[in-house]
């Protein structure tokens, strides 16, 4: 999936805000693993960690959404294709 630093700017990007909401739904890979994304992966969950976090509001949700559909998209990439976005997107 991409990194961080590849859904900050396309929250950038497409969105025009800063992304908070990327490091606090993907908190849990640290300790999950690629599992992480059963946990706050959907919108009600994204929703309810930025809220514990203090972070909900429509600009972080958004983010939120968009990462979650990033990810999605990317699932199905093949490795260089995953490594293209991280050169174009991520500063790699």
Known sequence: ???NSV???LAKEILG????????IDSASKTLG????????TIPSAAKMLFEK?????DQLK???L?????????????????MIEILYGGK
């Open 7 to 9: 859904h900050r700017r």
């Open 34 to 41: 690629p599992a992480h994304r059963k946990v706050g992966h």
């Open 67 to 83: 990462h979650i559909t990033v990810d999605k998209a990317t699932s199905k990439l093949s490795r260089k294709q995953k490594l």
């Open 17 to 24: 805000i800063d992304d908070r909401a990327s490091s606090i």
């Open 54 to 58: 203090g972070e909900l509001n429509s």
């Open 63 to 65: 983010a939120a959404a």
């Open 1 to 3: 999936m991409p990194s």
